[in-house]
């Protein structure tokens, strides 16, 4: 079931500066279904996630429509879509320095004999949890980054 997917299409289509009309009519779809996928009482199918990544050009749809179901939200680390590029960049060194430093050793000598033994275990889930994970999170976020122009007026305080 899906939970919280259809507040990010919604968010997609408006980001894209798609009216209803006109996504429907991309979509091939029409506006009547369009509303029940963005209220979600009508769940996505595959080929329409694909579509809507494509039309609305936000790659990051696939990802949550992946993240939002079963399989996906028991590996796919949750992601914030709102956080800005420098952040995204910085956690993104962090967690490559964490690995680099820390656990890439240790997963050198555990991968030695090509397979994980139960002395081992407890070792690689920690360095699947506490650094394959957090480098995930932070290469998806990045992938992800919203990269706008700044707006110079946007900003601009009241005379």
């Given amino acids: 079931m899906q939970t ?14 798609l009216s209803k009309v006109t996504a429907a009519r991309l979509l091939s779809v029409s506006e009547r279904t369009l509303a029940s996928y963005e209220n979600g009482s009508v769940g996505v199918d595959d080929e329409m996630a694909v579509r809507m990544a494509q039309v609305y050009k936000c790659p990051a749809i696939i990802y949550y429509w992946t993240q939002d179901n079963a399989c996906g939200r028991m590996w796919l680390p949750k992601i914030d879509n709102n956080c800005c590029l420098s ?28 397979k994980i033994d139960g002395t081992e ?6 360095i699947r949890e506490k650094g394959l994970k957090p480098l995930m999170k932070s290469t998806i976020s990045l992938l992800f980054t919203a990269i706008k122009k700044a707006d110079p007026l946007k900003n601009r305080s009241a005379f």
């Fill in 4 to 17: 919280y997917f259809h507040t990010v299409i919604k968010d997609s289509r408006l980001k894209a500066g």
């Fill in 87 to 114: 952040q995204n960049i910085l956690s993104s060194f962090a967690s490559v320095n964490a690995m680099q430093k820390d656990y890439i050793p240790q997963l050198v000598v555990i991968g030695q004999d090509n």
């Fill in 121 to 126: 275990q407890g070792l690689f889930v920690k």
